[in-house]
């Protein structure tokens, strides 16, 4: 699965933005999907998911509030909704994805797929 992710780019405090993560040519439901981020110089850490099922979703505590997962079956796409960003959520942002959930998608090693990356910057 090749996963393609965008719209991240430069923001000030406050300010919102939508990124996406497209996995064409494949049978989208059928994968829990889940955001992570990396810092420079910190470990990759998890920002939100959304299960195949229901599309329930799950974040990480920094982030509750301010972001909002969802997605477009139709379009095999999930957006991360961000709003309010702040300069901490600087990082680049990867999607990935999951076919048979063997534990919780909050752990990287889950997932099956990764996207190539899009970088977030948080000017204050």
């Known amino acids: 699965v090749q996963l393609q992710a965008s719209g991240g780019g430069l923001v000030q405090v406050g300010g919102s933005l939508r990124l996406s993560c497209a996995a064409p040519?494949?049978?989208?439901?059928?994968?829990?999907m889940g955001w992570f981020r990396q810092a420079p110089g910190k470990e990759r850490e998890f920002v939100a998911a959304?299960?195949?099922?229901?599309?329930?979703?799950d974040y990480t505590d920094s982030v509750k509030g301010r972001f909002t997962i969802s997605r477009d079956n139709a379009k095999s796409t999930v957006y991360p909704q961000m709003n309010s960003l702040k300069p901490e959520d600087t990082a680049v942002y990867y999607c990935?994805?999951?076919?048979?959930?063997?534990?919780?998608?909050?752990?990287?090693?889950?997932?099956?797929?990764w996207g190539q990356g899009t970088q977030v910057t948080v000017s204050s």
């Open positions: 959304i299960t195949l099922n229901y599309g329930r979703t």
């Open positions: 040519g494949r049978t989208f439901s059928i994968y829990s």
């Open positions: 990935a994805a999951v076919r048979l959930q063997s534990g919780s998608l909050s752990t990287p090693g889950v997932y099956d797929y």
